[in-house]
């Protein structure tokens, strides 16, 4: 996709597929189950939370009177597309300009190339830029359960080193953009990489996937093995039709370190693969009435991926097992 293409400069949707927007995200060849992605490194070999650890011993008392909580703080379960985890923001004179930079490799090490890109462009459209934004660290490194979050407007990540036991990434993440242009937005490609699905249903198929109205955004717990999932079952659909759910996941955790997606792979194993999720899509919001469904979700037992695109993106994301 085009990230750099002037506000108002509108596309239309299926022309912008034509052009092929959403090349810039690789889909790696190897089967979803049975190979690691092709992820891109890290800006640095340095682990995040060897970064975490040497940001936290930096704080003096004051900044960890600001930032610092107990692990099992209920600050660390809350979701929401704008909030600010701490009262000081990292641009804030609190912080040295060395623990700026440490935040930043953080974000860097939690992300690929081109997930840092667009979250950085994100937090510049919607906020200003990183310094507006807020962070906390629960626990303390070396222990066995400690974690760092970032939060602001459109965002809540994440790094904890796989110390949150079944728990991709920690816990639930948020990411968004503020663009109501769809084909400006950071996260468009997104939805037409989903509705590559769709398109490929055949009519009583996309009859169960398109649902009318969507849940509520952040209603996004896991249900487990017991749980009433909307849309198709993908265990209904053809193997060309579950290649494309395949490639549909791989572009949606491509903003992703591998380690995070290596643990969304053994978490998605264990609740039985590809097969036990389902994916709807939502007559609501069709911005432009194209039918390309900009509300969307793909869900099973240990998955829930909600993404509101309309009037501009909200996605929340939870992985892991029910407690």
Do not use: C
Not at 178 to 205: C, H, I, R, S
Request: glycine share 8%.
């Amino acid at each position: 996709m085009n990230m750099n293409r002037p506000h108002g400069q509108r596309v239309a949707r299926r022309e912008f597929v034509k052009l092929g927007g959403a090349a810039a995200v690789g889909v790696a060849s190897a089967g979803l189950f049975d190979a690691r992605f092709a992820h891109a490194a890290g800006s640095s070999e340095t682990s995040a939370e060897t970064v975490v650890a040497e940001l936290y011993a930096s704080l003096s008392e004051k900044q960890k009177e600001a930032v610092w909580r107990p692990f099992d703080h209920a600050d660390r379960g809350k979701i929401n597309a704008n909030w600010h985890i701490s009262k000081a923001t990292i641009g804030d004179d609190l912080f040295s300009k060395q623990q700026k930079t440490l935040i930043d490799q953080i974000v860097r090490n939690i992300t690929t190339k081109d997930g840092y890109q667009r979250l950085i462009q994100q937090m510049d459209d919607d906020d200003g830029g990183m310094e507006n934004y807020s962070f906390a660290l629960f626990g303390k490194p070396g222990t066995d359960q400690f974690q760092f979050e970032m939060t602001g407007r459109h965002l809540t990540m994440r790094a904890d080193g796989n110390r949150v036991d079944k728990a991709a990434f920690g816990g639930p993440l948020v990411y968004g953009h503020g663009e109501e242009n769809p084909t400006d937005n950071l996260f468009y490609y997104q939805t037409q990489q989903t509705n590559k699905v769709f398109q490929a249903l055949d009519a009583g198929q996309a009859k169960q996937a398109l649902q009318k109205k969507a849940p509520k955004e952040a209603a996004v717990q896991l249900q487990g093995a017991s749980g009433h999932f909307p849309g198709i079952a993908v265990n209904k659909l053809s193997s060309d039709q579950k290649e494309l759910v395949e490639a549909t996941l791989k572009v949606l955790l491509a903003p992703y370190r591998e380690g995070d997606v290596d643990e969304v792979m053994e978490i998605l194993k264990s609740s039985g693969g590809l097969d036990q999720l389902h994916m709807a899509f939502y007559q609501e919001e069709d911005l432009d009435d194209d039918r390309v469904w900009d509300i969307w979700r793909v869900e099973g037992p240990s998955l829930v991926w909600h993404f509101r695109g309309a009037p501009h993106v909200h996605a929340y994301v939870n992985i892991g097992v029910k407690s």
